[in-house]
């Protein structure tokens, strides 16, 4: 009689049962919590330590990828091209740094960590030289799109797994402050490569910034090894009743992830909105131009909007792990506030707007590309991070590299860029609705019973303040 009433309870209560195996494995006498409990401080000090590693590379990497609008000017005056055929330039190697994610994911699956950082950063130094003797701007099309696109692939992706792979379900503030590194890179190194190319010429600056990419990033790059083998084995034993689509190390779970209806909208969402934002990486500076700002005001402008863009990094790296409803709110939320200012565009003429319009959409895509991480983590579980990780990154470059056509054909078929406005805008716009989807979708199969939103506790590093994950797990 017993045993009828518990099969009857466990059919009605299939999630609890899930959680409770969970609670079982962790409490094992040889689990994580004893083994660590015996050693904490390197634990927990080493993800750290890989975190202020990764704000260091991600500095001179997306700092410069993202301080390429100071290149923009002196690259179309010294070969005499036109805005597009530049900004496809700086386009191609941050699109590329998405594209090869896969790659990426695949290469430091193999060879780990450290020696994927260490070939990454060799290839950005040396891109560096190279483009520093073009003759043309299609050889840069190789020596800095191809060559920087594909360092920044390995190093980006090899960082934000290996920040993941360290926090887990609490990585919302590790990976905030890692990717703060781009802010803070793109705040210096924006005005810092201004002032080398005035000085010494666009050529110099690239060798100057190629030495000093070599001498702090290096030493970086030693920090990154892989977590210990009970970290991994915790997380695989927490996660061990959750469908599992990555099994192997092959490239095929990456495409089995990417079929998923949960993937296909998360990844047209970061596509889109994706394309929308490179058109400040790329064309800001030449519409601030074109309206009449002059170049030190323009310079201004875009270090207020790297500024207000640590600012939203650094507000999710504070309250993202601590929401009462799903990171996915905050990816609308943030597309529809930097959509309104991106239509105003329109009607912004004066250096006073530019500025409001610089912090609201700073702020806005800081969140953005902040969270969209710990989304990836939430919608498909710890376990699956990699794949899950590596498709929004790849989502994110495709993104990127569509969007240099967006602000450089508009100005060269019209004069002007309003039809950029419009284009952007409207994409952030529609990439908010294609998050809305994905939580409607998620609410109609929890619902029907395929999934549950669940409340986890991850014991896999107790000394965090708070060692909470919310995920949905399948239960079919």
């Not at 941050?94 to 896969?102: D, E, H, K, M, V």
């Not at 889109?272 to 030190?296: D, K, P, Q």
């Not at 060269?412 to 039809?419: H, L, V």
Request: net charge neutral; charged share 15%; with cysteine.
């Amino acid at each position: 009689m017993h045993s009828d009433v518990q099969e009857v309870w466990v059919k009605l209560n299939p999630d609890a049962v899930a959680v409770s195996r969970i609670t079982e494995k962790s409490e094992k006498p040889n689990s994580l919590n004893e083994k660590v409990g015996r050693r904490p401080l390197p634990v927990v000090s080493w993800g750290w330590l890989i975190t202020l590693a990764a704000f260091t590379l991600h500095f001179f990497t997306y700092g410069t990828l993202f301080s390429f609008g100071a290149m923009f000017v002196p690259l179309r005056d010294t070969f005499n091209s036109s805005e597009t055929s530049v900004g496809w330039v700086g386009s191609i190697s941050q699109g590329l740094g998405g594209l090869l994610s896969p790659f990426a994911g695949l290469m430091f699956e193999f060879i780990g960590f450290r020696f994927t950082t260490f070939i990454g950063i060799s290839l950005c130094a040396g891109s560096l030289v190279l483009s520093s003797f073009v003759t043309s701007i299609p050889y840069m099309f190789v020596t800095f799109g191809l060559l920087f696109g594909t360092g920044t692939a390995l190093v980006f992706n090899t960082s934000v797994n290996a920040v993941a792979a360290y926090f887990q379900g609490r990585s919302a503030a590790a990976s905030g402050i890692a990717l703060c590194g781009m802010t803070v890179g793109t705040l210096t190194l924006n005005s810092f490569l201004g002032v080398l190319i005035i000085n010494f010429g666009w050529r110099n600056m690239l060798r100057i910034l190629a030495g000093a990419l070599v001498i702090t990033c290096f030493p970086s790059c030693l920090a990154f090894k892989e977590p210990s083998h009970d970290i991994l084995a915790a997380t695989k034993e927490m996660e061990a009743d959750e469908d599992d689509l990555s099994k192997g190390r092959d490239v095929w779970k990456y495409v089995r992830i990417f079929m998923t209806v949960d993937m296909l909208l998360l990844f047209s969402a970061v596509t889109i909105y994706s394309i929308a934002c490179a058109f400040h990486y790329i064309n800001l500076i030449s519409f601030m131009y074109s309206i009449g700002i002059n170049e030190s005001s323009g310079c201004l402008v875009v270090t207020i909007l790297g500024a207000a863009d640590g600012l939203g990094r650094l507000l999710s790296s504070v309250v993202g792990d601590r929401l009462p409803c799903s990171r996915l709110y905050t990816l609308v939320v943030a597309c529809v506030v930097g959509a309104i200012p991106t239509f105003c565009l329109v009607f912004i003429e004066t250096f006073g707007l530019m500025v409001v319009y610089a912090i609201i959409l700073g702020i806005s895509r800081g969140v953005i590309f902040t969270m969209q991480y710990p989304v990836a983590l939430e919608t498909f579980g710890v376990r699956r991070g990699v794949e899950a990780l590596t498709n929004v990154i790849l989502a994110m470059g495709l993104g990127t590299l569509l969007g240099s056509s967006v602000g450089g054909m508009s100005f060269d078929r019209t004069g002007s860029y309003e039809t950029s406005f419009y284009i952007c805008g409207g994409q952030l716009s529609f990439a908010a609705t294609l998050v809305l989807i994905l939580i409607y979708y998620r609410k109609v199969k929890e619902r029907r019973g395929e999934t549950r939103y669940v409340h986890q506790t991850i014991n896999t590093n107790p000394y965090l303040k708070r060692s909470v994950l919310y995920t949905y797990v399948s239960v079919v």
